[in-house]
Each structure stands twice: as structure tokens, then as C-alpha cells.
């Protein structure tokens, strides 16, 4: 289990983040018009995984913005803004914000991906939603890249992110 920060107090999550170079684990969630989507619907993509607890803070709202604009303008790239905020609450932040290169995913009738990706936050006050963090997935489904945010008041590092992206 991974230890991070909520503004300097600890948090644990309930795993480690996949490693560099394994397959991702596939997952279903929603989208926000309720349909479901895969990752597996995106093979043959860089799929960025941006994971956060939610889009009604500062931090996630702007980690969304930045990679609207970075990652999503990388060829051959999709984005995937994934948090356990109902799919309404991010589909008026995207209509909101002129957001159309992220796909906002919810784990709200699901835990499983939290889990099965160490993001799912066991205590703390934002017990029950997941940590910060990217994944970058390669066109073959293997992680390329990762980085658990250790404080979670703090922005991911976008450029090493949008680096790993072949």
C-alpha cells in the first residue's frame, strides 16, 4: 500500500500503482452520457489515465485543463479523466470549461478500478476516492508511465507525462 499526503497528513491508498512495463488492467467505467467505456476500447492508443479525486477542486480541474490542452493534442492520444464524481458533475465542468479532448470516466457504480489500480484512498477525508495520480498507457496496452502524486493538494508532473508518450 502506497503512503501519500492530504495537505501534509498521511493517506493510504489500497495498492501500488501497476509497474512500467506490465499490461494495464482493463476496467469499465462511465462516461458522463452513462454509457460505459473500456480501456480496451482505446487499444491501439497512448491512453493517459489522469486520476484525481475530484473535479470540484482547484488541483483536478486544473490537471484536467493542461492535459485538454497538452496531452490530448499528442498523436495519437486520448485522455481520460478518471474520479468518482457522479458522470453529470463532469459533463457540465467539460461543457463548462470548452472541454472536448478529455473523456471524463466515473467509478461511481464500481470500485474495482481504484483498487485494481492502488488509487482507492482508505482513510483519511477523502476516504473513499482515489488518489492522484497518471498512468500512460502504450498503444500496445503496457504501461509506460506512472506517478502517484505524493501530495495530493499538488499538480502531476504534466511534462514527464506528455514525455512518455510515444
Do not use: H
Not at 493517506?11 to 467505456?37: H, I, M, R, Y
Not at 499528442?74 to 468518482?84: K, P
Not at 500496445?140 to 499538480?155: D, H, S, T, W
Request: hydrophobic letters at 45%.
Amino acid at each position: 500500500m502506497a503512503k501519500i499526503a492530504f495537505k501534509g497528513n498521511p493517506v493510504q491508498t489500497s495498492g501500488d500503482l501497476p509497474e512500467v512495463g506490465v499490461q494495464a488492467p482493463d476496467f469499465t467505467l462511465v462516461k458522463s452520457d452513462l454509457s460505459e467505456a473500456k480501456l480496451s476500447d482505446f487499444k491501439g492508443k497512448n491512453v493517459v489515465l489522469n486520476i484525481f479525486p475530484s473535479l470540484d477542486t482547484g488541483v483536478c480541474a486544473a490537471s484536467v485543463r493542461r492535459f485538454n490542452k497538452e496531452a490530448a493534442s499528442a498523436n495519437n492520444t486520448v485522455v481520460l479523466g478518471i474520479s468518482a464524481d457522479l458522470p453529470f458533475a463532469s459533463g457540465r465542468f467539460c461543457s463548462a470549461e470548452g472541454i472536448d479532448n478529455v473523456v471524463t470516466l466515473s467509478t461511481f457504480r464500481d470500485t474495482a478500478f481504484g483498487k485494481d489500480y492502488g488509487v482507492f484512498m482508505l482513510d483519511g477525508p477523502l476516504k473513499g476516492l482515489l488518489a492522484r495520480a497518471v498512468v500512460v498507457v502504450d498503444p500496445q496496452g503496457k504501461i509506460a508511465y506512472k506517478e502517484l502524486v505524493p501530495e495530493i493538494a499538488q499538480e502531476p508532473d504534466y511534462l514527464s507525462a506528455i514525455n512518455s508518450i510515444v
